[in-house]
């Protein structure tokens, strides 16, 4: 049975979705990515869900060898710059901020 968290407060913690799609919040840590395949099973089948605002372009690309990322803009405009070498990496230009 899983437990009422509460408000979801998206920062300092991200969201776990299970494969049976039960939803956890974490709060991030040092050892978070370590904690998610130690508490997680591999994290195999998991989600992580994160929600942030940005107010000016990315300084630095990243990467996400071992999964995909969906972006979903909620308001503004943005340049998502995706480059392949063979993996994806990617980076971001705020257009406008609303």
């Keep these: 049975m899983v437990t009422d968290p509460g408000p979801w407060k998206k920062d300092g913690h991200r969201l776990i979705?299970?494969?049976s799609c039960e939803v956890t919040p974490k709060s991030?840590?040092?050892?978070f990515y370590r904690e998610l395949d130690q508490e997680y099973g591999g994290f195999a089948g998991h989600s992580l869900i994160a929600v942030n605002d940005f107010e000016e372009d990315?300084?630095?690309?990243e990467m996400h060898p071992k999964g995909d990322e969906v972006v979903c803009l909620i308001s503004g405009e943005i340049d998502l710059r995706v480059f392949r070498i063979p993996c994806h990496w990617h980076s971001l230009n705020i257009q406008h901020v609303v």
């Design 58 to 61: 990315w300084s630095t690309w």
């Design 28 to 31: 991030i840590t040092p050892a």
């Design 17 to 19: 979705m299970t494969p």
